[in-house]
Nanobody, 117 residues
Framework: QVQLVESGGGLVQPGGSLRLSCTAS????????MIWVRQAPGKGLEWVST????????TLAESVKDRFTISIDNAKNTMYLQMNDLKFDDTAMYSC??????????WGQGTQVTVSS
């Protein structure tokens, strides 16, 4: 069964770091475009980052590009989002999503990140 499972969220103080993981079952990241999205309380879905393993490209949203890094360990079939210098506005539920034929077709359950002092 195709599945995405996120982990690594938690409570962190401003300026802190977290590394989110997204582990895939029954498919290989290297054959797909994968994205991280987030949704803050009371707000809409926000795109955070894209890993296009097919084209070999990584992109990050302007709001995070100097602080976050996206990567993939194909041997572990796990995608990571390294988040540094976290800010209050980074508080959200973070989800990884598989893109197939230009549309999101598989979602993880999400992992909560809370930035609070």
């Amino acid at each position: 069964q195709v599945q995405l499972v996120e982990s690594g969220g938690g409570l962190v103080q401003p300026g802190g770091s977290l590394r989110l993981s997204c582990t895939a079952s029954e498919f290989a990241f290297e054959n797909y475009i994968m994205i991280w999205v987030r949704q803050a309380p009371g707000k809409g879905l926000e795109w955070v980052s894209t890993m296009d393993s097919v084209a070999g490209k990584r992109t990050l949203a302007e709001s995070v590009k100097d602080r976050f890094t996206i990567s993939i360990d194909n041997a572990k079939n796990t995608m990571y989002l390294q988040m540094n210098d976290l800010k209050f506005d980074d508080t959200a539920m973070y989800s990884c999503v598989r893109i197939h034929d230009y549309f999101p077709d598989k979602w993880g359950q999400g992992t909560q990140v809370t930035v609070s002092s």
